[in-house]
């Protein structure tokens, strides 16, 4: 199923996005994502419809996909917005209507003119009509009434009540052109300003991308194998050409070093600013800094598959997502056009009842239609969200679903794998013994090293650093069994294994080892390792606990090597020599206790990883940990758990924030626009501002201590 990645650009509230959402989900389209902040639309093709009658359709609604690259040479190019430039239009003329009330000092008696004020005030409307209007006209026809159309409608009756004035030359008290002026001119500063604060909430994501693309030095040889090296853009880099990287640069794509060391910034990643040795056989992120010496390396990873590509890609899609409290405000944003049509047809209809006055009845509904906006509703979640996930990013903290951020505000326990989790996975051998089986100890290494190269465990991948070797056994079968070990066939048909005890079928074996090699049912000798607890482990279990957060330790390990982890960090409970079948149940039994995290990294951490309430996984993790796991802690990144918990609370109480002033400004807003408190000019510029007020509130996410 192809998977479709656009920008849609045009949507100004949360009834566009839900507009165009409902479009694409009525063309039977799935996972439907549309991140309103940033524009993002993702979809799944259903085979019935093609990409050009999406784009028609989309497009037939009032909005216009662009693609995601051409966006961002615009974005680069400093075009200017076009609230703002729509705004440049009718201010001047909007502020010629306005100093028309202020006759009485200035004497410029000509403004008094009705038709000066028609010639002033037309360009504004038209202005108006040809962005509000165009996409008011648009949404009524889809059956799916925007914001624009209570916009459209105000500015509108202003107008035609001012003109009718005009032709029939009825009075001053039927001139209210600078209302229609000054509707537009305040609507389009709202959206502005929304603009601005928009992006600011972006912004980090904003320097993610703006790190993606750059230049890259390849390395190529001649027809005489000399080598020559030229610049290319790193979007046509492949996996397997060779860079020269030199100090001061950027790392141009995700690649492997081959030749010389640096001291590298990959803050863009991991938000540690401090620069990380790195040498030969070493890793480099694509968009990470040199900050001194000149390396030789070879790309890994496409653009498009970068890790950092991939950050981007996913901190988009769990913007697109809708958190449960995101629900609640989107009911009520698909309704609140034809409710606010109507709040303004009852206001005008009991104002003229009571006070019998045509002029002060149609301002006061006018005033209604342009002060309730649906926006602040809209825009309540996803901008608290857009801050959250774009400051967790710059910390080296990757949400792969938005809900995850709301749902850690109930977390009342941690439970933690513990090794490569609690314990830095660098591992040692301490020491090691053979059965008298008759191997020789080289061929014992062998064995060994060869069984366990293929396996990711932390144990496996530290036996087969040390025991390296160029003569290793070739293999007609092997394969990894999940919280077991590895498991081979030669081509003599002889069975080979490494793993744990319940490898074993011998009886008499005590079980305190940590890996045991065999040969069909003769077992050849075994393995023990010595891990290190994690240097920020000790502090992260702490701070857990001061928040009254149970941690507990679930491990596939010995009970007697859990024993000294368990005391060293005082965890609350341990539960030791578990499978993954036995770890996914006891996640299942804790879910059902109370909101469970599990942090781990194993591919039989994958299955717990999925049933817990937040499953969060290490970045050096197995690729299906990583993919299973709601929240991924790069670099190592254990000591931002704190973080990652603090941030996702903090979020939620700021979602709350928003919606709070959301409804409470419109309940409080709309009766005083009724009761002719607040003049339709003012209503509008009132409007506009209750949006960069929620968007405020929601960047201080950037600075708030966690």
Known sequence: MEKVNWIVEGMTCSNCALTIHKFLEKKGLENVKLSLAGGDLSFDMNGNITQDEIKKGIAGLGYKVVNPA???????????????????????????????MLDTWLHWHWLMNPWVQLALCLPVYITGMNF??????????????????LVTLGATAAFVYSLTGTVLQLGESYLFYETTAAII?????????????????????????GSQKMMANVIAFDEHHQETVFPVENVDLRSGDLLLIKSGELVPADCKILWGDASVNEAIITGESLPVLKKAKDLLIGGSILSDGTVKAQVTAAYKDSVLSNIINLVKQAQGEKPPMQQLADKISS???????????????????????????????IAVLVIACPCAMGLATPAAIAVGLGRAAKQGILFRHAKSLELFKDIRQVVFDKTGTLTTGEFAISKWQ??????????????AFSLEKYSNHPIAKSIAREWKTNNELKWKRIEEEKGL????????????????????????????????????????????????IRPEAAGVIQWLRSKNIRTILLSGDLQQNCLPLADALQLDEIISEQSPEQKLARIAAFHAEAPTAMVGDGIN?????????IGISMSDASHIAMQTADVVLMNHGLENLPMALSL??????????????????????????????????LAALAMGLSDVVLLINSVRLFVRKL
């Open 70 to 100: 051409v966006k961002e040479e615009i974005s680069t190019g400093h075009s200017m917005n076009k609230h703002l430039r729509y705004l440049l239009i009718c201010l001047p003329f909007t502020a010629l209507l306005m100093l028309h």
């Open 132 to 149: 509000f209007g165009r996409s008011a006209v648009q949404s009524i026809r889809n059956g799916m009434p925007n914001m624009n159309v």
């Open 185 to 209: 001119s305040f609507v389009l500063l709202g959206n502005y300003l929304e603009d601005v604060s928009v992006h600011a909430t972006q912004r980090e994501l904003n320097k993610l991308a």
């Open 335 to 365: 309704i609140f056009v034809p409710v606010v049509l109507g709040l303004a047809l009852l206001t005008f209809l009991l104002n003229y009842i009571f006070l019998h006055d045509l002029t002060a009845s149609l301002m006061r509904s």
């Open 434 to 447: 053979l059965t008298d089986s008759g191997i020789s100890p080289e061929e014992f290494k062998k064995i």
């Open 485 to 532: 070990g590895m498991k081979a066939v030669n081509a003599n048909g002889d069975r080979f294994w490494a793993g744990s005890i319940k490898m074993t079928e011998q009886s008499g074996l005590n079980g305190s080892h940590n890996v045991y090699i065999g040969k069909n049912d003769l077992l050849l000798g075994w393995i023990d390792v010595k891990d290190e």
């Open 605 to 613: 951490d994958a299955p717990a990883l999925a049933k817990a309430t």
């Open 648 to 681: 996702g609370r903090k979020t939620y109480d700021t979602i709350r924030q928003n919606l709070f002033w959301a409804f409470f400004y419109n309940i409080i807003a709309i009766p005083i626009a009724a009761f002719g408190l607040l003049t339709p000019g």
